[in-house]
């Protein structure tokens, strides 16, 4: 990771850290803010909002704008990913603390700064183009008080560019099924987690595009509550850096080796399956055109039980690995 600059934290971020102990400053006055400092008051909790960027300067400035005029007392953190049009530089004018990245690492590699810099309890991850609604933050926010982590889930009245929806539909089959439950939006960028629970997991996340589906898997297949709350987003301001086959496949992978991970059967028994299943077919052909026990019979049944016994191996090894992180 190439050296971080971090701006200092202006006077409303240092309210909000009071806040976070409880104590209220006390004023003749009822501002807004101090409505806001109650509220994380009563929540027992401060939140840090996390805004990754890559040439977002088109929207950044009214993203941030917005979030500041709605929760004053939010840390508001943006992490410019290299970027070479002064995102940074409009973030930081519309009152967003910035970290830069020498070189542009990876949507990931940038939750993941902000999410070793961010000072609040809770985290929330929101996209600097324009997409979401800043007033879903607070509903995201306050189901952290019952969950590790809360998923923005896009309505079917969303805008998504249709080239996106096949391959957004074959990700989340994929993930249902090694998942085991039904996961309502497995990558939406809109999500809120305990700063503490996903620091655990921080070292799982990968640079690229899929550390919402990730984050998604790992904390499901780690038994953590996890929360989806209706969201609607709008149209991106600006184009996308997304590659729908290069980032598709690379979270397909991603998705095998998380569930390899966590439990392993749910891979390598479907294989095993799989391969004794084409030997029972091979034998049966065989013995009913009148020929002997083929070899292929043999050979796959073979590597039908050392599949089964490898997956075997790997639960155990998943589980002792399970009880050591936990």
């Not at 996340?205 to 984050?215: L, V």
């Not at 987003?233 to 184009?239: A, D, S, T, Y």
């Not at 059967?265 to 049966?284: C, D, N, T, Y």
Request: glycine share 8%; aromatic share 6%; hydrophobic share 45%.
């Amino acid at each position: 990771m190439g050296p971080i600059q971090r701006e200092p934290l202006s006077g409303r971020h240092s309210t909000g850290m009071v806040a976070r102990t409880g104590t209220l400053e006390s004023s003749a006055v009822r501002s807004a803010a101090e409505v806001m400092r109650a509220e994380e008051a009563a929540t027992g909790c401060a939140v840090t909002v996390i805004i990754p960027a890559l040439n977002e300067a088109a929207a950044i400035g009214q993203v941030v704008a917005a979030l500041v005029a709605r929760y004053p007392d939010y840390e508001m953190l943006v992490v410019d990913d290299g970027s070479t049009d002064g995102t940074g530089e409009v973030a930081a004018a519309a009152g967003a603390q910035v970290i830069r990245h020498e070189w542009n690492q990876g949507y990931g590699a940038s939750l993941r700064t902000g999410c070793r810099a961010a000072r609040g309890d809770v985290i929330v991850c929101f996209d600097g183009d324009g997409q979401h609604d800043p007033d879903d933050v607070e509903r995201l926010v306050a189901e952290t008080q019952r969950h590790d982590m809360v998923v923005g889930t896009r309505l079917p009245d969303s805008y998504q560019p249709g080239i996106r929806r096949p391959g957004k539909a074959v990700l989340a089959a994929c993930a249902n099924f090694l998942a085991g439950v039904k996961i309502p939006d497995v990558n939406s960028g809109l999500r809120a987690f305990k700063r503490d629970v996903i620091l655990r997991y921080l070292h799982l996340m990968p640079s690229g595009f899929s550390f919402s589906t990730t984050s998604t898997l790992a904390l499901l297949k780690s038994g953590r509550p996890v929360k989806w709350v209706p969201i609607t987003v709008r149209k991106r301001i600006g184009v996308s850096s997304v590659s729908q086959t290069r980032h598709g496949l690379q979270a397909l992978l991603l998705l095998v080796r998380l569930t390899t991970l966590f439990e392993p059967l749910r891979v390598f028994l479907p294989v095993s399956v799989a391969f004794m299943l084409v030997a029972i077919g091979f034998l049966i052909a065989n013995l009913c055109a009148g020929h002997t026990v083929p070899q292929t019979s043999v050979i796959m049944s073979v590597s039908s039980v050392t599949i089964f016994l490898m997956g075997l191996v790997m639960d155990q090894v998943a589980a002792l690995r399970r009880e050591k992180h936990e």
